[in-house]
């Protein structure tokens, strides 16, 4: 279908315009989230006049498909090309998103849509289904083909995937919505691959109504598999089909892959996987076709973001049995096959009579409002005493719409009953719950050290925020004050699942670090008495999100996080007391709503889906730490929300929690008060792993400063074999233990000078270790020598690596060739320098072995833990060894990025505008790295 067609048909805009308009029903118009910017762009690639043309030049084989005549000759496909205009991601950056919409002639509109979707890689466009849009055609589906942001003819710099990504599934809604798709259609059957089966899977858990039964997926990648999936497929009687190819980037041990086989294997009849290596196995030990779904690269410009366009290459059978697939009828699956759920626990750690000191829970029940004057309680508290004489709370819900449905299906329905430390009835004060449940926290963290948080749950308008920005907050800070003699506190709110800074308005950052997450970048102020951190408190509450719902006048629009660290002080005597830091956060949590009873609309019901979502994802993370067989958890999953990872460390993490369940008291929110105090019982069975003995400690890498002796004998022995001009800018293809790898290099300056390695760039077919052979005149100039490595699927070392630049892939992937060439050549110590991915792999090999490198200058350096950096310090690289280059005229290799990288490693940045800028900024740093040597070289005298 595509670059085979005509181009430039020499019709005007506007012709073209009027064209498809009178032609098709399906067109984008203007919402409250998404405008349709320039409906009057002509097609990139136009279509040619008969349906059989472009079904013809859809297969490699050129055999075409068989369709109607009244596909072929009686109608034609009206194609437009629109681009939509919509804020997705940090800072509601503004992205242009290019959008291929096809109406199929078979059948009037309101028909079935066809959603592709591409992945992630620079030659990914919305041409990656495009072979099979003649058949989605001719079987009766729209087709909606999208360049996501940072991809094909959308805008944004490639590949910057992590700029929006936080809103893939708001931006597929916002689509079909545009298209005007109902939401409770169920028309859209979804063809994605790698990051867009991603974006396609988060759109099914977030909005279910729009989609069909049956879905195709091809390397499926993931971060957090929706836990409702499965759910969701049995309730449509659908089904997924899953086509991988193993390879650096789609691994059989990403979540995708995992989750994929074992939904196949609960439940064969919601998904089915097909590996493209076991598959060819199969195939050849039966002597059939193997079913498999391959792909290939077009030589097309203006497509991609590269001279190629990947597109699926399937043959007559894979397009026939595929197509088969998405139309079959949905099945009847009926009640989900496999292990039966696990069921929620019903009693609180307290109600079994069990005390749990590490995670506290609490009722407050607000006062009525105006409105619900009219509306009886629904709630009754009692005195509770368990068998091992453990104090605590009775409440008692009753009258609510799931209790009377109950009770119309048995003749006596009990009433539900939740025991915890206490409940805070309308009548008492903010310091009755500040001194019952936060005060012994406070005591304890000062005490012991141990970091503290304090959280209220529950739906919208039920008095969390009152609870703790107007009480909790105000004397918790005054407290700690009289204890300390300064205070630090950061203020972060989650809207929309992007982080804000309420003390500065920046945009800060959570990074992982051994496990555990942590907030980079991040203002911090430092106050010593009460009212002036109070004032700067209020000023920043006052910039959280807020607006006004049918449930509450001033809804909070976000999550929203006060952390305040103080000095402690460990030990009988002053003198030999031991001072470390604790933090105790301040939660104040957005309210769970029903939109029905909320009346959101529009940006509030974004919101409000976001917050579900959140919460939802919070659910999750309690309910696989509190499984009834309290057997070790396999999985916790934290990736699921940015909400969830900064609260990890308060639940199930070294800290301890204490949670208030803010509920309303009247019967009309009955249903929600029961879900509330659900959660709160589910939660006061976690156990947080709390050692108050013991000082937390960071994990560090091993400590490795030197070469053993033997390694020493070695690598100068391999040395010495080669020989002063065994390279001269010639390319070498040398052996190592990993595999062939091509090798550009100038030894002319001696064995023993000392060695500088360039890495280059991540780009699979490019010339590798060449692009720095133009350099080496200057290094030797210096007294160097000089070596530049083609990675493999680079140059011509075969293979592949992953491009992530996460440490873990570095380290096991081009790190480990790093060291072996290393070891190849005889070298002990060198002086690196690396461009891009480059950038990242001498970074990665300066952390792991640090006694290997003399020293490091990475310019536009892709790295992604950017809180790793500062072990840099901790393994010698200071300014003198370590150097940050970057751009600022560039799109993809940001100057903030930059500058953030070199403040986490505790070094400057500098400008390098172009390649030639870096090498002398390079050669600067090698002459200067000489002239300390020189000096501390003894000098001989008579």
């Not at 196995?281 to 076709?289: G, H, I, K, L, S």
């Not at 005493?385 to 609510?400: F, R, Y």
């Not at 005591?443 to 959280?455: K, S």
């Not at 493999?792 to 491009?803: C, V, W």
Request: net charge positive; proline share 5%; with cysteine.
């Amino acid at each position: 279908c595509f670059g085979k067609t005509k181009r430039n048909q020499h019709e005007s805009k506007l012709n073209m315009a009027n064209r498809a308009r009178s032609a098709t029903n399906f067109y984008p118009r203007n919402t409250e989230s998404m405008t349709v910017r320039d409906e009057t762009r002509p097609l990139v690639l136009t279509a040619t006049k008969r349906l059989r043309s472009i079904v013809i030049q859809a297969n490699s084989e050129g055999s075409g498909v068989d369709v109607t005549e009244q596909a072929t000759q009686a109608t034609q496909p009206a194609w437009q090309r629109y681009v939509l205009s919509t804020e997705l991601g940090a800072r509601g950056r503004v992205w242009d998103i290019a959008v291929l919409a096809i109406e199929t002639p078979i059948v009037p509109a309101g028909g079935r849509v066809a959603l592709c979707l591409h992945g992630h890689g620079s030659s990914c466009s919305a041409a990656a289904w495009s072979r099979f849009f003649p058949d989605l055609i001719a079987a009766g589906y729209h087709i909606l083909a999208l360049d996501a942001p940072c991809f094909g003819q959308s805008t944004g710099p490639t590949g910057q995937a992590n700029l929006w990504r936080s809103d893939d599934a708001r931006l597929i809604v916002r689509v079909l919505e545009c298209f005007g798709v109902g939401s409770g259609s169920g028309r859209v059957t979804c063809l994605g691959q790698c990051m867009g089966a991603g974006m396609f899977l988060r759109a099914l858990s977030l909005a279910p109504g729009y989609f069909a039964h049956n879905h195709v997926l091809s390397h499926a990648t993931i971060g957090s598999w929706p836990a409702e999936t499965a759910r969701i497929l049995a309730e449509k009687g659908g089904s997924l089909l899953a086509y991988h190819e193993p390879d650096p980037d789609h691994l059989r041990e990403a979540v995708a892959y995992k989750e994929l086989t074992a939904l196949m294997g609960t439940h064969p009849k919601l998904c089915r996987l097909i590996d493209h290596e076991h598959e060819r196995a199969r195939a050849t030990a039966t002597a059939t076709e193997p079913d498999v779904l391959p792909a290939t690269a077009i030589a097309l410009e203006n497509l991609s973001r590269d001279p190629s366009v990947f597109v699926f290459d399937p043959n007559l059978a894979c397009t026939g049995r595929i197509m088969a697939f998405l139309q079959r009828t949905p099945a009847v699956h009926g009640a989900l096959a496999g292990p039966k759920p696990v069921e929620l626990p019903k009693r609180s750690a307290l109600a079994d009579g069990h005390d749990n000191p590490t995670f506290k829970v609490f009722v407050r029940v607000r006062p009525p409002l105006a409105r619900e004057a009219r509306y009886t309680r629904a709630y009754n508290v009692t005195p509770f005493t368990t068998k091992s004489g453990l104090h605590g709370t009775e409440i008692i819900v009753s009258d609510s719409v799931a209790l009377k449905t109950a009770q119309t299906q048995s003749s006596r329905a009990p009433e539900p009953k939740f025991v915890f430390e206490d409940v805070f009835a309308e009548d008492c004060s903010q310091s009755d719950v500040f001194v019952q449940a936060v005060r012994p926290l406070l005591d304890a963290a000062l005490a012991d050290g141990v970091d503290a948080t304090v959280f209220a749950y529950g739906q919208t308008g039920s008095g969390k925020t009152y609870t703790i920005e107007g009480g909790i907050v105000p004397q918790a800070l005054d407290y700690l004050t009289s204890h300390v003699e300064a205070v630090r506190a950061t203020y972060v709110e989650l809207h929309n699942e992007v982080l804000y800074d309420l003390f500065s308005g920046v945009n800060p950052t959570l990074s992982e670090v051994d496990g555990a997450f942590r907030l980079n970048h991040a203002h911090v102020i430092t106050a010593t008495d009460t009212a002036e951190l109070l004032s700067q408190y209020a000023e920043a509450a006052a910039r959280r999100a807020t607006s006004g719902t049918a449930m509450n006048e001033r809804s909070s629009r976000s999550h929203a996080v006060l952390s305040v660290t103080v000095p402690v002080q460990h030990g009988a005597h002053k003198q030999r007391s031991k001072v470390t830091e604790v933090t105790i956060h301040f939660v104040d949590l957005a309210g769970s709503e029903r939109l029905k009873r909320s009346e959101s609309v529009g940006q509030s019901r974004d919101e409000a889906i976001a917050i579900n979502s959140s919460l939802l994802a919070l659910a999750r993370v309690v309910h696989a730490l509190v499984t009834p067989s309290h057997k070790a958890v396999a999985h916790v999953p934290y990736r699921g929300s940015l909400l969830t990872k900064l609260l990890s460390n308060a639940i199930g993490g070294r800290a301890r929690t204490v949670l208030i369940a803010c509920v309303a008291p009247t019967v009309d929110s009955a249903d929600e008060t029961i879900s509330t105090l659900r959660f709160a019982t589910c939660a006061s069975l976690i156990r947080n792993q709390v050692d108050s003995e013991a000082e937390k400690k960071r994990k560090q890498l091993p400590t490795r400063t030197a070469l053993s002796q033997d390694q020493s004998t070695v690598l100068s022995e391999r040395a010495a074999s080669f020989k002063a001009d065994f390279f001269s800018g010639d390319p070498v293809v040398v052996r190592t233990e990993l595999g062939d790898m091509e090798v550009y290099g100038d030894f002319t300056a001696g064995t023993h000078a000392p060695l500088c390695i360039m890495l280059h760039y991540y780009g699979h077919g490019s010339s590798g270790g060449r692009q720095f052979v133009p350099w080496f005149d200057r290094i030797r100039a210096l007294g160097y020598r000089c070596l530049a490595p083609s990675f493999p699927g680079h140059g011509r070392t075969p293979g592949t690596l992953s491009a992530k630049p996460d440490p873990e892939v570095l380290a096991q992937g081009p790190c480990r060739w790093l060291s072996t060439l290393f070891d190849h050549f005889g070298i002990a110590k060198a002086e690196l320098y690396g461009y891009d991915w480059g950038a990242g792999i001498g970074l990665e090999f300066a952390l792991t072995q640090p006694e290997r490198v003399l020293g490091v200058v990475a310019c536009c350096a892709s790295y992604r833990d950017e809180s790793r950096l500062q072990l840099l310090k901790q393994k010698g690289f200071g300014r003198k060894k370590l150097c940050f280059l970057g751009r600022k005229n560039s799109q993809v290799h940001l100057w903030s990025k930059t500058v953030k990288q070199a403040k986490a490693a505790g070094v400057e940045s500098s400008l390098a505008p172009t390649d030639e800028d870096a090498l002398d900024a390079w050669i600067a740093h090698l002459q200067s790295s000489r002239e300390r040597k020189s000096k501390k070289k003894p000098t001989m005298t008579a």
